[in-house]
């Protein structure tokens, strides 16, 4: 995206992953601090505005755009951080590989990968043969 903006004279503006742009409300400001995916409709608490989630989240991310280009000191600039909701710099979850990864053949041995493909493309005959 960034080379394509290029060459059309724009610019591209990349929020933060922990930006709250749903929670947050596009009039007043205030931050919700759960709101489920299955929740279509914003609500704000505070100021009582009552609009489309993803119409709240679009503004919110103009907002964002726009005070990043001009510098306005908010979480949007450069140089501030935006506050991550679980203090998680990366990814949440840990995938552990699985008992049987390792195991791979009976003695520990694995086939190399020329003779795994030829293993998977064998298909067993499972149908039982008639006599005519």
């Known amino acids: 995206m960034t080379y394509k903006t290029s060459w059309n004279g724009g610019q ?3 929020a933060d992953r922990w930006f709250p742009s749903s929670k947050t409300c596009c009039g007043c400001g205030a931050v919700k601090a759960k709101l489920p995916l299955h929740t279509r409709t914003f609500c704000c608490d505070v100021c009582g505005l009552v609009m489309d989630r993803d119409a709240n989240a ?6 964002l755009a726009a005070a990043s280009t001009t510098g306005t000191g908010v979480a949007g600039d ?3 951080k935006a506050p991550k909701p679980r203090g998680a710099d990366q990814k949440t979850r840990v995938t552990h590989p699985s008992r049987m990864a ?3 053949r009976a003695g520990g ?24």
């Open 12 to 14: 591209v503006h990349v």
């Open 58 to 63: 679009a503004r919110n991310l103009a907002a």
């Open 78 to 80: 450069r140089g501030a």
């Open 102 to 104: 390792g195991a791979g």
């Open 109 to 132: 041995t694995t086939l190399s990968r020329q003779r795994q493909t030829e293993a998977r493309d064998r298909h067993q005959d499972t149908t039982t043969p008639t006599l005519r």
